[in-house]
Every structure is written in structure tokens, then in C-alpha cells.
């Protein structure tokens, strides 16, 4: 199973745009990526999927090189709300959707 | 909207003792996934079911640890004895199958060993 890094926290204001980017250097062909969302004594929640370039829906944007080694994911104009556990993984999809979690990165919005 | 059941929300039990955790997945999906969160940390996946058939259970303390889930809809996690380092988060999950679906969690089980 490919690797994944990401920065283990971030700060930023409300109203701002946020990039959190995960590294996945030994990404395999036929492996996806997935960002969940996780609230303090919450499961976590699915936000985003893609294989490659942007895909964009109504809570964020991933982007993803074309080397696919990396992938960026978009929170537009945060709010408090958003203060959470962003989890980053890389799984193929014939395998049963790998879910592994890392430690994810924890980003704090504040006013 | 469909969601993931689990009970209890809140467990406390006595080392030695045994505990069991009850999960429902959305209606409909196949497969089920149990995992463990430590405070601070990413959740650990302890078994995945596909239907009633158990897929991975690489992680899972079968010394102690063992999830069924007999007729390939709800599912039970237990823990016989219980030792004070299971004391955790047990989060339950559920997707339609085995593809590049997305996954439903439930809210969790908070256990405490004392």
C-alpha cells in the first residue's frame, strides 16, 4: 500500500483558502485518492475522490499532478465549522477500497 | 438519510472482563469494516467483511479479539478478556462494495477499561 505524508497540523482564519497536500510517492497505477473529514467523537466523513488532474465538488477541490505523487486538497473560504482531522488515502480499487488512515493533519480555524 | 448504527455510545468495563459492540450498516451494503482510534491518532482497521465473509483480519488480536457477522448484514466486535489498552474509540463502517465507494462510518463506541 502506497505511503501517504501530510503536515500534522495547520492554522488558518476564517474566510481564507486552505491547501492541505498529502506526498504519496509510491502511488500505484490503478490507486486512488481519498480525503476524509473527522470532528471530534465523530467517525470520519468522506469528502473527495480522484485518479488524477481536479475534481471538484461542493465541499472542495483535489488536485493531482500528473506524476500523481502528490495531491492537494481545496477548502474554500473556511469556517470555524471546518476545524478538523483531514485524513489523506491511496488505495486500489480492486483490493476492496483500501481505507488505512494515517495520523491525518488538524486544522484549526480560528476568527 | 441512511446511516451507520452502532451501540452502545459508551462502554465502561473492568480489565478481564468482556465487552461486545453491536454495528447495522446502511441498508443495502456489503461491505463492513471494523477499526479502533486511539486518542490522537488515525483509526487502525481491525477487520473488513465483505457479505457474512471476513476479507482482512491482519490486524486483529485474535487472542482476544472476534467480529462475526453471520448473516452478511449486522455485525458484532468483542473483546474477551479486555485490557486497559483497548480503551478506545471502536468505529464501525459500511460501503455498497468492494469498488472505490465511499465509505459510511458510524458514530462510534467509546470504550473505557478500568
Known amino acids: 500500500l502506497a505511503k501517504t505524508t501530510q503536515p500534522i497540523s495547520m492554522d488558518s482564519y476564517e474566510g481564507q483558502e486552505v491547501n492541505i497536500t498529502c506526498s504519496h510517492n509510491n502511488i500505484a497505477t490503478n490507486d486512488y485518492i481519498t480525503w476524509y473529514q473527522q470532528f471530534p467523537s465523530q467517525g470520519p466523513r468522506f469528502i473527495i475522490q480522484g485518479y488524477k488532474t481536479k475534481v471538484t465538488n461542493e465541499v472542495a477541490s483535489l488536485f493531482i499532478p500528473a506524476d500523481r505523487k502528490s495531491s492537494t486538497l481545496s477548502l474554500p473560504r473556511v469556517s470555524l465549522s471546518d476545524t478538523a482531522v483531514y485524513y489523506c488515502l491511496v488505495g486500489p480499487s480492486n483490493s476492496g477500497y483500501a481505507l488505512n488512515f494515517g495520523k491525518g493533519t488538524s486544522l484549526l480555524v480560528t476568527p | 438519510e441512511a446511516e451507520v448504527a452502532q451501540s452502545p455510545r459508551y462502554k465502561i468495563t473492568e480489565k478481564s472482563q468482556a465487552v461486545a459492540f453491536w454495528c447495522d450498516p446502511i441498508?443495502?451494503?456489503?461491505?463492513l469494516y471494523w477499526y479502533r482510534q486511539i486518542l490522537g491518532q488515525g483509526p487502525e482497521l481491525l477487520v473488513q467483511?465483505?457479505?457474512?465473509?471476513?476479507?482482512?483480519d491482519s490486524q486483529l488480536p485474535k487472542d482476544r479479539f472476534s467480529a462475526e457477522r453471520l448473516k452478511g448484514v449486522d455485525s458484532t466486535l468483542k473483546i474477551q478478556p479486555a485490557e486497559l489498552g483497548d480503551s478506545a474509540m471502536y468505529l464501525c463502517?459500511?460501503?455498497?462494495?468492494?469498488?472505490?465507494?465511499?465509505?459510511?462510518f458510524g458514530q462510534g463506541t467509546r470504550l473505557t477499561v478500568v
Open positions: 467483511f465483505q457479505d457474512e465473509s471476513v476479507v482482512d
Open positions: 463502517a459500511s460501503s455498497l462494495n468492494r469498488g472505490r465507494t465511499e465509505a459510511f
Open positions: 441498508s443495502g451494503h456489503a461491505t
